[in-house]
């Protein structure tokens, strides 16, 4: 029904930027949240930044606040995240996510996963 799509990930270097889309189809009953979680290796799921389709406040992890950015497409259905001045502590597969709730630190509380993307940091 609902389908989420990431794309976007990719090699870059310690401080260099990458921007991750989200393609959202189905019926998304709103308001929602839109955003992104990342795992990192043997690491749980965490959340990294949202936004809220009621009226676009947004969340961002301490980690990468003044880094990160995300915004959204609403003609497209299509949320994006901005990733810049990005670190060796940055590498993981990305999840777009959906949740119907206002949290974002669980991933418990997610209603819909995209398949994940990933992101690498390499020098």
């Known amino acids: 029904q609902v389908q989420l799509v990431e794309s976007g990930g990719g090699l870059v270097q310690p401080g260099g930027s990458l921007r991750l889309s989200c393609a959202a189809s189905g019926i998304i009953v709103r308001p929602y949240r839109i955003g992104w979680f990342r795992q990192r290796p043997g690491q749980q799921r965490e959340g990294v930044s949202s936004l809220s389709t009621l009226d676009d406040s947004t969340y961002y992890a301490d980690s990468v606040k003044g880094r990160f950015i995300i915004s959204r497409d609403g003609a497209k259905d299509t949320v994006f995240l901005q990733m810049n001045s990005l670190k060796p502590e940055d590498p993981a597969v990305y999840y777009c996510?959906?949740?119907?709730?206002?949290?974002?630190?669980?991933?418990?509380?997610?209603?819909?996963w995209g398949q994940g993307t990933q992101v690498t940091v390499s020098s």
């Open positions: 996510a959906v949740s119907y709730g206002d949290s974002w630190g669980d991933a418990e509380y997610i209603d819909r």
